[in-house]
């Protein structure tokens, strides 16, 4: 399927306008905090000397979450599909630059610091929140009167564990246990902070106010996590329903330009969904990357990543099969990585032995166990599974439920 002229130049000319936009928003993250530093050192009514050292300052944490925000596009960590979006990124940012700026008006232990980094990863990724929410924490310590270096430690540890919580946290998880050890963290990271640096008694309210801020706190960052992630799944789910339905346009076209590359992908899809099923992976990106990585016979070529890459930009792949098809073109037919390019692999190399027999004999009989055993033999002598992560425990299992699969080999005769 061949991609006309003015499809051509959609394509082309978008990674243009996205790096424009990557780089507008580099250039406005350290002016923007550079601003509001100068605005919070006049409200203050500082010298000269402070202001500067609080706008050089301001520009050097705007700087390094400028770094991370490019950082982040070259890895490909982005969650979801932020990659695509720096623009709603750098809205939250001024979001949270003015919630920051609020902050020294309020007192410290009322500080809801880890929603505020929880906000920043939910639009982005987890160093580029980092950089930028402690950079927010730095500027709203240096306007509180009662700001301490040893406060945005401890606040930064604790927005720290709660990003690795909300980081494996996913639709399967019940929030509870990522909002019950982000509370008490933050709490005991308060109680601490009141005892050693505050109040040289235990008091009631060392106990009261931190107890009902950290939960507070807590509450809202899952409540609000939880709604962005939904709507991530929401919006996945039915993107994969359309792209995976065997008569979605590109599976046609390439139906129809090779009829055998795509039986080879629908065959292959189908074991890996079951297969993926039964393990517990991600069964919707394992199918897409079944169906999907020999997508460069459209163009009459091999399936190299920049030459293909376009197909799954242009048709809104969701962001997680992407990251699964880059790495399987790139690496994942001769090494994989991944549980789920591990899987694909395992699953298109059996496909296309079992076919390549029957194409010489549609009569023979064959030993799928057998051949099943080889191929896993095969690939430990040459070394092909020395990367991935699946276990021994996981391709044990996976080479057991292929062997239940012999009903379906025959139908590929």
């Not at 301490?148 to 494996?168: A, G, I, K, N």
């Not at 507070?216 to 919006?235: E, N, P, Q, S």
Request: glycine share 4%; proline share 4%.
């Amino acid at each position: 399927m061949k991609r006309n002229g003015r499809q051509k130049r959609k394509s082309e000319a978008e990674p243009k306008t996205l790096a424009a936009s990557y780089t507008a928003v580099s250039l406005l993250l350290p002016l923007l905090a550079a601003a509001a530093a100068a605005a919070a050192s006049y409200y203050r009514q500082e010298g000269r000397d402070a202001v500067l050292r609080g706008v050089a300052l301001a520009l050097l944490l705007g700087a390094a979450a400028a770094y991370a925000l490019w950082s982040g596009r070259m890895s490909h960590s982005f969650e979801g599909d932020n990659e695509a979006h720096p623009w709603r990124f750098f809205v939250i940012y001024v979001l949270c630059l003015a919630a920051a700026l609020g902050l020294p008006f309020v007192p410290l232990l009322w500080w809801p610091v880890p929603l505020l980094f929880v906000l920043l990863f939910l639009f982005s990724e987890t160093v580029l929140a980092l950089c930028a929410g402690g950079g927010l924490l730095l500027l709203a310590l240096q306007s509180a009167p009662e700001g301490e270096p040893v406060y945005f430690f401890l606040m930064f540890s604790v927005s720290l564990c709660t990003l690795l919580l909300y980081r494996h946290t996913d639709a399967k998880t019940r929030f509870v246990f990522a909002m019950l050890p982000q509370a008490l963290t933050h709490l005991t990271a308060l109680i601490v902070y009141e005892l050693l640096f505050v109040h040289a008694v235990a008091v009631p309210r060392v106990f009261s106010v931190p107890l009902l801020s950290s939960f507070l706190t807590a509450l809202v960052t899952g409540v609000i996590a939880r709604a962005w992630l939904m709507r991530g799944v929401r919006k996945n789910a039915e993107r994969y329903l359309d792209i995976n339905d065997p008569e979605f346009s590109l599976l046609q076209a390439m139906r129809t330009k090779d009829k055998r590359v795509y039986d080879l992908a629908i065959h292959t899809a189908h074991l890996t969904e079951r297969l993926a099923e039964a393990l517990e992976y991600r069964t919707q990106a394992a199918k897409t990357c079944a169906l999907y990585h020999r997508i460069g016979c459209l163009d009459d070529v091999e399936s190299e990543w920049p030459d293909v890459a376009h197909y799954y930009t242009d048709f809104e792949f969701p962001q997680e099969g992407m990251q699964l098809l880059r790495e399987y073109i790139r690496q994942g037919a001769e090494h994989p990585e991944s549980r789920e390019a591990t899987l694909v692999w395992l699953c298109d190399t059996l496909v296309q032995r079992v076919k390549a027999l029957y194409e010489k004999d549609k009569d023979a009989t064959a030993d799928y166990d057998g051949m099943i055993d080889n191929m896993l033999q095969e690939a430990s002598r040459n070394g092909t599974l020395s990367v991935s992560r699946m276990t021994m425990q996981e391709l044990a299992r996976s080479a057991e439920l292929l062997k239940q699969e012999k009903l379906y080999y025959d139908f590929l005769r």
